[in-house]
């Protein structure tokens, strides 16, 4: 728990803080702010022959090699036997579509099978090569070597039970394993578009090590996420759907995104001194490190930070990311977060206190001389 009560505003740039209401979707710090706080069947090859008869009749097929209709003229002997004919074809055709076999299959027909054929073991192999890239653990030593292998990468770590996948089980529990199910496409995808991050997979069982496990980790409902760095955990969810994990991931995760991480006094100056002569507009986003505000409008910014780049740079700083980092908080009059500052040509122009994208993006153009209707 860190108090913030401080209400100097001098800065490294000498920014003043200015007065702004109380909008909605923000996390007060003027006071204490505890970290932990949320706002956060297979069918018969050959039915009988009625069924068959049937089923030609009511397409009124005329099949190759058959003359006449599906059905025999009364007291016609000729058409009996066309119709036997008919029918015959049709269990051929039938024989054929459900076996799979080549039967009366063009040489065309064939080399499109065989390439179809080639391109789902393609696919398949594909998915077994990114599925390669999350690691599979089922113990806590081998969860800790993991981590130690991930270093200061940003380690994922999800905790799920092994019939999760299978969805099995009763009917109260349907619903959280339905997310399980849902969620694990989007880590896949994840873990092969961000190479920085280290994804993780706990499977546990109903074995007294599995249950002692969940009670350390304190996990009381699936999926439970545990986000890492240097093996220290620096965040937790649980429940989450598929678009929350893809913010958190962005949030705690080192990505590739053009924002400027202030950790320090030295930081905050060298990138303010680095465009105070270029004009552009220099977004800063303060947030706090648990802040679920932060994190929801935290993949806008990051999405503006890549479309902007001709006219806007953007930082952010974590409020409670150090000593650092607090005092100058205080300093420039932050008491809620997140919180946008907009500076110009080392000038503070304005701020923006809340977490609506479209009034993040309405404000930017705003600062930056566009006329917003």
Not at 164 to 171: I, N, P, Q, T, Y
Not at 299 to 321: H, I, K, Q, Y
């Amino acid at each position: 728990m860190t108090t913030w009560i401080g209400t100097s505003l001098s800065t490294p740039s000498g920014l003043l803080s200015a007065e702004s209401k109380e909008p909605k979707g923000v996390r007060h710090v003027i006071a204490t702010s505890a970290s932990s706080s949320k706002s956060c069947s297979s069918k018969a090859l050959f039915g009988p022959r009625e069924e068959i008869a049937s089923l030609v009749h009511s397409r009124s097929a005329r099949l190759p090699g058959a003359i006449g209709t599906a059905t025999p003229p009364l007291g016609c002997r000729r058409g009996v036997v066309h119709w036997r004919a008919a029918v015959s074809v049709r269990e051929n055709s039938l024989a054929t579509e459900q076996s799979g076999g080549m039967t009366g299959m063009t040489k065309e027909g064939a080399k499109k099978s065989k390439k179809d054929m080639k391109q789902i073991k393609e696919e398949k192999k594909e998915t077994e090569e990114e599925e390669d890239k999350i690691i599979h653990v089922h113990t806590r030593q081998e969860l800790e070597e993991a981590l130690r292998g991930a270093g200061s990468k940003l380690a994922v770590v999800e905790y799920t039970a092994k019939e999760d996948r299978k969805r099995v089980g009763d009917e109260e529990e349907e619903e959280e394993k339905e997310k399980v199910v849902k969620i694990y496409p989007s880590i896949v995808q994840l873990s092969k578009s961000m190479k920085d991050v280290v994804f993780i997979t706990v499977e546990t069982d109903k074995s007294e090590e599995s249950k002692e496990m969940h009670r350390q980790e304190k996990i009381d409902k699936l999926p439970h996420f545990a986000f890492y760095k240097n093996m220290e955990v620096v965040h937790r969810e649980e429940g989450i759907d598929a678009e929350q994990l893809v913010g958190d991931v962005l949030y705690y995760g080192d990505n590739d995104a053009p924002i400027y991480q202030i950790r320090s006094r030295e930081d905050a100056e060298s990138f303010l001194a680095e465009h105070a002569n270029d004009h552009k507009l220099v977004v800063v986003d303060v947030s706090l490190k648990e802040c679920n505000p932060c994190v929801r409008v935290y993949p806008t910014v990051v999405n503006l930070s890549r479309r902007m780049s001709d006219f806007a740079v953007f930082a952010r700083m974590f409020g409670d990311e150090n000593a650092a980092c607090s005092q100058m908080l205080k300093e420039m009059g932050v008491r809620q977060v997140p919180t946008f500052l907009f500076i110009r040509d080392g000038k503070l122009c304005g701020r923006y206190v809340g977490s609506g994208k479209g009034e993040l993006i309405g404000e930017i153009l705003r600062y930056q001389g566009v006329k917003v209707t």
